[in-house]
């Protein structure tokens, strides 16, 4: 408690700037700064090869891009502020995408889109129960979800499956004017997440349990339920993922979610963003941030066609570097590593 | 309004509790007294939920409860303030004093009202250092400790549960708070109170229940009793000599320790001098700097400026592992955060110091542990066993035992005996007074200032983050209280 | 104690339980027994029902062409045809001087095979001076990011866009959005459009099986046990390749003992070769998928003291090795990496007006016994394809890590 | 409670359910296959679980500090990758100084880890995750793909070769890592480790450099993943892949044998012996003849379930402990 201890004397000035500043944290600014700062850095380097980087069609590429990413992402980023974790979003994209494919060719649209969400919610709904009811750290509660998963589709799915109607395909491709629809669905989905751990009591516990579980649960929060129910808002965000795959690609693919590593790549995208991966501090809102940062760095990679093996270097660099500099911010003499 | 009877509850056969009854009426303070293990833990915990007893009934104004979550409890009215805050660091207060039940307004958590509401309960509590917005991690302990009780008031509790809620508190916020309870039961509150500190509890309470062993000895009335017949009741025992006798006076020995013009951030113009067989005290409030100046000379939070000598070297130690190597030991305050690894057996906690700085002549073999061990007279029931499941009281003798072992010149010592049972205490400060006799430098910090004074042969005071002044042995509690006070410059406010 | 706290002891307890029953009561099964798949005719015993992806009409017509002599130069088999069908591309003809601008979508270079090729096509592409830019954009397996990049590079002023698709199916939409903009060169895998100028790709998975698994029926005693060794289901050219092997045995009558995914990890193969001799006493024969593991496979055999029985693998470098050098009997069917030289040309006589097959079919060489030599080259990294048609490219070895 | 009560379910939740698991796996192996069990079978099956042993091993430390390594996977492959690349270009080299060379490499992986996890405080999970795309990107980068070499038999003897013409190499090296490990854990180092992982504060009060264990760790399972991809290499020679999904199948490994993610509880030879049982439980699927596309399945549904046996029992404990460490607050 000593660290904790402070003379109070010293206190009010700190204090009344913190009541004064409105709420979005540093990180969430943060890392918006950055994706514009590497879209400028981006500019100056395609242009000085010659290359435009700043084009309607570069900068709706870009978007485009963010989509399947930050839908999982977002997703992730409220398990992860639960003090939570979901390595099983990738395998569950996959069999999203095959389930939606395989009802549309056989069903009708809705009965598919039924079909995935309820899978997804199943799938959330076993990793939040694992996790606090069987106590299995989340870690390898959803890695073991994630085996589970990766054998249920290697044992009936042999590639490609299924066929997506060309209507349904219009959520993949269609665009109103230069923006494409899924956009909206990545941010009505964020809008929605961003009120939910915002301004809801779900949310407000959501933070809690994140922070300290001992104490939101000392103070009446049903923590179980909402580790559970961050679970399954996760899942359906894969779902959503695997719905706009599936709407992209035309067909399920196994490796839909897996090529693309959607379980480590989103969860790099959570803690780009300036969530803390122990939980209770953060948002969806920098975690879109993130997702936009490594889509800018993706396209001007691309555009200078830079070697993928070296994308990778990159990325590794970039990630924990941005996590260095935030932990750089939030290193407070209090600061407990309990 | 309360009644509780025949709770039981056992733990892997374990049986904690049987049998207790109790019982609370509107309006009164109800102490909780007994020592380590007696139960009160359980009992609160039961009370708030955290458990669900085996046998026995809970009956709030005639209706029957049995809760599985703390939200049940909270429910039916209790509210509980935990020892260790169950606040949330880096959410408001307001967040914190409405959490797990926000306010909302179309489904959304309406943070308007609940702003006003804990200003409101704040202003109450004549309390203008915080505000809804503030963080809680930019708040003092005592400051932490009113947000706990706005939390518990915002819930429109009837039955208040106060788990040791001094046992941060230097004597003058003790003071503060014992006028908070007061207001608080006139407005008819019914208010549990546990506490190991008598004078609180006499200071306070209606009725005082002792428990003992899972069982309940029996329930007092605060006016017809007085403090020998409770402590008596707790320990089953009279207790003798509370402080052992001091060396007398004897020849301090030499020079161990000393600090010139030392300071950091928190304090300044440190200039003492530690010799050896002398047990000296630091007094001062909470906040004045005592746990800073311990820390400071263990290099934790070090010295920025002054110079510092150990031994008659010139060191300021940067860090505790430099502290160490000189000589210097530190029992912190914070035993289960800082003290010991809780998962680790009682020899890897004693032999930690030693194996992390090894250092020849020092004992890293078990043979010596047991020796250890009992010199600090620990009761437990192996030397593998894991410390978590020792008491309070033998943690601390675990923590001092691996002090000992790294063979210590000067053994500074942050509230030794905070949580610590009588008994316990007792041994503590025996061996205490021993080790000064073998010739060790000795400082204690505690906010129990008899036991401070029972125990310094002088006493430093501390205020504002300076030594403010040094007081003979046996100084009156009075005469401490207005250098920490800063003589009639009272501190309004500081806590 | 609660019932609450014993379920959390028992529901783990009896999960456990179960899963190794669930292991334990397989035993009862014979051998390979099939997996419950989604549908298809009830599978010969021993091999497992046949895939969904099985199409007769398109085995047959793979089985067909290996027999057709391929027109075009000798020598140089990526520019060689099977029965071609020629288009007019006169509409393609590019317009004016300047220089050409290529563009090309890969699925990505994730395993030897592909960054063997994309080296052959870069190579290709320096051949030819008009070609002034040459873009690649790599989907790293990603057929979302490749969609994003086909889109990308039609909207760039390319000439002529190659692409190697990550998915069959998925890039559909993707490639006829791009087909009405510039004239699309689709290569190795298809799509399920014939929007494309043309589609390269070798006879393909039924013929690469086929002649692997007729090896084998001609090299081992009937009723022989055979390993199968796959990389990982659900990948479709891979499925085709088993699924004519499967054929292929069936008929023959030899015994298909075990089908195991070793996912392309040669130390799991050699788990998975070591654990199939132990469970059936021996194996008289291995059919592997493709070449990446079948070196393990080998040592394999080596370690646990027996003869290397009659393998097949793929015309990759260190397989190559061991066959010479431990006189195997084998044979390497290929899925040959000078496939990607042939989409640069195509796309060179595209812009020029000349005529292309719709669909190019190149020869699918096979490495035997008699042709190792001519095949086999000291000095080449292990994991080079000896089927690159890259040795008289500008800068072989070294650009392709050989030494001379 | 008496002592021994206690000391018996501290010794289950401590271990003792992977123990369980590698006996009821071991003998199920033994009655799918009678032959399991003679010498030249059984040190087979040693030899291969030995790399996977031995990540355990090196998991174990870094994760009983509190840290996670994502990145031994990224190690394995690329010191197999760089070997060969090596080889490539010194075809003459020794085989002891390519050995050592990358297990100085896999140490200074593990160091840089370390050093920015201690020092930058960034999480180890973001930390590895990083150094795993770097490492990763960059042998790819430098090798453009695959690498130009390949593994002499000499280098190849220690995952390979026999050593008396009856003990694998392999399993000796195991052994010594395995022996080295307890060792370590025994030694004054190892119990301030644990206690590091248990109360990082506790152990930087009592002198502990903490920064410096937790460094020293990752440089360890750095250095145990290098070794590792000698004995992968040497077992199966080149591949792009050899140590895809390592870090997982170590993690997993370590958490089977009771160690608790976040550090202090647990042992290493519970770790070890939850890498065997891994290993024994792949080796049974492979023998029973399941389908290869639901082992994945099964090793899930195994994984989780061992796991909530433990935390079950632990569960119980820890309330048992809240109410001590309650009791003794009051």
Not at chain 1, 41 to 63: H, K, Q, Y
Not at chain 2, 250 to 271: A, F, K, M, Y
Not at chain 3, 352 to 370: A, F, N, R, Y
Not at chain 4, 146 to 168: D, I, V
Request: with cysteine; proline share 5%; glycine share 12%.
């Amino acid at each position: 408690m000593t660290a904790l201890r402070h003379d109070a004397s010293t206190r009010p000035l700190a204090e009344a700037l913190r009541t004064a500043r409105p709420r979005p944290t540093g990180p969430v600014a943060g890392v918006w700064l950055a994706a514009l700062a590497v879209t400028v850095a981006g500019w100056i380097a395609v242009a000085a090869r010659g290359g435009d980087f700043l084009t309607v069609t570069n900068a709706v590429t870009i978007l485009q891009n963010c989509v399947a990413l930050g839908l999982v992402a977002v997703g992730q980023s409220v398990v992860v502020l639960s003090g939570s974790l979901d390595l099983s979003v990738a395998y569950l994209i996959s069999l999203g995408t095959l389930v939606a494919a395989e009802t549309m060719e056989s069903g009708s649209v809705l009965v598919a889109v039924v079909a995935v969400l309820a899978l997804c919610a199943a799938v959330g709904l076993a990793n939040g129960l694992i996790v606090t009811g069987l106590k299995v750290n989340a870690f390898i509660a959803t890695l073991g979800t994630a085996f589970i998963l990766r054998g249920w589709i290697e044992d009936n799915y042999t590639g490609p499956a299924g066929k997506v109607p060309a209507s349904f395909q219009h959520l993949g491709y269609d665009r109103i004017g230069p923006v494409p629809v899924s956009l909206f669905l990545l941010l009505a989905i964020t809008a929605a997440l961003w009120l939910t751990t915002r301004r809801t009591r779900l949310g407000h516990h959501m933070y809690a349990t994140g922070g300290d579980e001992h104490a939101a649960r000392l103070s009446g929060v049903r923590t179980r339920r909402t580790v559970v129910t961050a679970h399954l808002l996760c899942s359906l965000c894969a779902g959503a993922a695997a719905l706009f795959l599936a709407a992209r690609l035309g067909a399920g693919a196994p490796w839909a979610g897996t090529e693309a590593r959607y379980d480590l790549e989103s969860i790099a995208a959570v803690v780009l963003g300036g969530t803390a991966l122990a939980g209770g501090r953060g948002g969806v809102a920098g975690t879109l941030g993130g997702v936009l940062v490594l889509a800018v760095l993706d396209s001007v990679f691309n555009q200078l066609s830079v070697d993928p093996f070296f994308k990778n270097v990159v990325r590794g660099v970039v990630i924990i570097a941005a996590v260095a500099l935030y932990a750089r911010g939030r290193r407070t003499p209090q600061e407990r590593t309990a | 309004m309360l009644t509780m009877q025949g709770v039981s509850k056992s733990f892997l056969g374990v049986r904690v509790l049987e049998g207790v009854g109790l019982d609370l009426e509107a309006g009164e303070v109800h102490a909780l007294v007994g020592e380590n293990g007696a139960g009160k833990s359980t009992l609160m915990k039961i009370l708030a939920g955290e458990h669900s007893p085996d046998a026995g009934t809970l009956t709030i104004d005639g209706t029957v409860h049995s809760f599985s979550h703390p939200a049940q409890a909270q429910a039916a009215g209790i509210g509980i303030i935990h020892q260790e805050f169950a606040l949330l660091e880096h959410r408001t207060v307001a967040e914190n004093v409405f959490l797990g039940r926000e306010p909302t307004r179309y489904g959304l958590v309406d943070r308007r009202t609940m702003e006003r509401r804990t200003a409101e309960l704040l202003a109450e509590l004549d309390e203008t250092g915080i505000t809804p917005r503030t963080s809680v991690h930019e708040l003092s302990v005592a400051r932490r400790q009113t947000v706990e009780i706005v939390k518990a008031l915002a819930s429109d509790v009837r039955i208040l549960v106060m788990d040791e809620p001094t046992a941060a508190l230097a004597d003058h916020e003790v003071d503060r708070l014992c006028a908070l309870v007061r207001r608080l039961t006139a407005r008819g509150l019914g208010i549990l109170y546990v506490s190991h500190r008598l004078r609180e509890v006499f200071d306070l309470s209606r009725r005082i229940t002792v428990l003992k062993d899972g069982r309940r000895v029996t329930t007092l009335v605060t006016r017809d009793t007085d403090a020998d017949t409770v402590v008596r009741a707790m320990v089953g025992r009279e207790l003798g000599a509370y402080y052992p006798p001091r060396a007398g006076p004897q020849e301090p020995g030499e020079v161990r320790l000393t600090v010139h013009g030392g300071g950091n951030s928190r304090i300044s113009g440190i200039d003492l001098a530690l010799r050896a067989g002398e047990v000296v005290g630091v007094a001062g409030l909470q906040g004045s700097g005592r746990s800073c100046l311990a820390r400071a000379l263990f290099g934790a939070d070090p010295f920025t400026t002054g110079t510092m000598t150990v031994g008659g070297e010139e060191l300021r130690p940067a860090r505790p592992r430099e502290a160490v190597r000189a000589g210097i030991a530190l029992v912190t305050e914070d035993r289960k955060g800082e003290g010991l690894a809780l998962h680790q057996s009682v020899t890897d906690n004693a032999l930690l110091v030693t194996r992390a700085v090894p250092a020849r002549g020092r004992p890293s073999v078990r043979r010596e542990v047991t020796a250890l061990l009992e010199r600090v007279r620990l009761h437990a029931h192996g030397a593998d066993q894991q410390v978590q499941y020792l008491s309070g009281g033998n943690q601390q003798k675990v923590v001092i035992a691996k002090w000992l072992a790294a063979r210590p010149r000067v053994l500074l010592f942050d509230e030794p005996t905070r949580g610590v049972d009588v008994g316990a205490k007792a041994a503590i400060h025996t061996l205490v007074r021993e080790l000064a006799r073998e010739g060790l430098a000795v400082l204690i910090i505690s906010s129990e200032l008899p036991e401070l004074i029972g125990m310094s042969d002088r006493i430093l005071v501390m205020s504002e983050g300076r030594l403010a002044g040094e007081l003979p042995a046996g100084a009156t509690e009075e005469a401490v209280m207005r250098v920490a006070t800063g003589g009639d410059r009272a501190r309004e406010g500081a806590a | 104690m609660s019932t609450r706290k014993f379920t959390h002891v028992l529901a783990p307890v009896a999960a456990l339980l179960g899963a190794v029953l669930l292991v334990g009561c397989t035993s009862d099964t014979p051998p390979g027994a099939p997996a419950a798949g989604p549908s298809g005719s009830p599978g010969e015993p021993g091999s497992g029902e046949q895939s969904k992806f099985f199409d007769r009409a398109e085995y047959e017509r793979q089985l067909g062409l290996a027999e057709v002599t391929p027109q075009g130069p000798a020598g140089k088999p990526w520019e060689q045809m099977l029965r071609p069908k020629l288009v007019d591309t006169a509409r393609y003809r590019k317009k004016g001087g300047g220089g050409i601008r290529l563009c090309f979508s890969n699925a990505g270079v994730f395993n030897p095979w592909r960054q063997v090729g994309l080296k052959n096509m870069r190579a290709e592409a320096a051949l030819h001076k008009e070609i002034t830019a040459f873009t690649v954009l790599d989907a790293q397996g990603k057929d979302d990011k490749q969609i994003s990049d086909i889109q990308e590079l039609a909207g760039q002023d390319c000439d002529a866009l190659i692409v190697s698709p990550n998915t069959t199916a998925t890039l559909t939409p993707a490639v006829e959005q791009a087909c009405g903009k510039v004239p699309v060169i689709v290569f190795d895998r298809g799509v399920e459009t014939d929007c494309a100028v043309t589609f390269i790709n070798p006879i393909g998975g039924y013929g690469y099986g086929a002649v692997a698994a007729d090896f084998l029926v001609g090299k081992v005693k009937p009723k022989g046990k055979i390993l199968a060794l796959r990389i990982s289901p659900g990948v479709d050219v891979l499925e085709t390749r088993w699924s004519a092997a499967k054929l292929a045995f069936d008929r023959s009558g030899l015994d298909v003992v075990d089908v195991k995914f070793t996912d392309g990890d040669p130390a799991r193969t050699k788990a998975i070769v070591t654990d199939a001799l132990t469970r059936n006493g021996d194996i008289d024969g291995v059919w592997m998928d493709s070449g990446a593991t079948s070196v393990a496979a080998v040592e394999a055999f080596e370690d646990a003291g027996r003869d290397v029985p009659p393998i097949t693998g793929e015309d990759q470098q260190d397989f190559l090795q061991v066959w010479k050098e431990k006189k195997l009997t084998a044979i390497a069917p290929s899925y040959p990496t000078f496939q990607w030289r042939t989409p640069v040309i195509a796309a060179l006589r595209i812009l020029k007006g000349q005529q292309v097959p719709k669909e190019w079919k190149l020869p699918q060489p096979t490495v035997t016994q008699d042709t190792l030599d001519q095949y086999y080259r000291p000095g080449m990294p292990p994991l080079h394809y000896a089927m690159c048609g890259c040795e008289n490219l500008p800068g072989f070895p070294q650009k392709w890590g050989g030494e001379k | 409670m008496t002592t021994v009560g206690r000391r018996v379910l501290r010794a289950l939740t401590t271990g003792t359910p992977v123990h369980l698991l590698l006996g009821v796996l071991l003998a199920a192996l033994a009655l799918t296959d009678p032959g399991f069990y003679e010498p030249d079978r059984f040190l087979s099956f040693v030899k291969r679980a030995a790399p996977l042993v031995i990540l355990a091993a090196g998991q174990y430390l870094v994760i009983v500090c509190g840290e996670f390594d994502l990145s031994v996977g990224a190690i394995v492959t690329a010191g197999v990758v760089v070997a060969a690349e090596l080889y490539g270009s010194f075809p003459a080299a020794p085989w002891p100084l390519v050995t050592v060379v990358l297990l100085l490499a896999g140490a200074l992986a593990g160091l840089v880890s370390g050093l920015i996890t201690t020092l930058l405080r960034v999480p180890s999970f973001i930390t590895t995750l990083g150094m795993m795309l770097i490492l990763e990107g960059a042998v790819f980068f430098w090798t453009g793909g695959s690498p130009h070499g390949s593994l002499p038999p000499e280098f190849r003897r220690l995952g390979r070769g026999t050593a008396f013409g009856w003990l694998p190499w392999a399993v000796l090296a195991c052994l010594v890592a395995g022996l080295v490990a307890v060792r370590l854990m025994r030694s004054d180092f190892g119990r301030t480790l644990l206690a590091t992982g248990d109360s990082e504060r506790a152990a930087a009060l009592a002198g502990v450099r903490v920064a410096r264990a937790r460094t020293i760790a990752f440089v360890l399972s750095g250095g145990a993943a290098a070794l590792a991809a000698v004995l992968v290499g040497g077992f199966s020679g080149v591949s792009a892949q050899a140590g895809r999904g390592y870090e997982f199948e170590a993690i997993t490994a370590v958490v089977l044998g009771g160690v608790v993610l976040g550090g202090g509880r647990g042992s290493v030879v519970a770790a070890m012996a939850g890498a065997f049982s891994l290993q024994a439980l792949f080796t049974l699927l492979n023998l029973q003849g399941v389908s290869g596309a639901l082992e994945s399945t099964v090793q899930g549904v195994i994984v989780i379930a061992a796991v909530a046996l433990g935390a079950a029992d632990w569960s119980r404990l820890r309330r048992r402990g809240t109410e001590s460490t309650g009791a003794k607050a009051s």
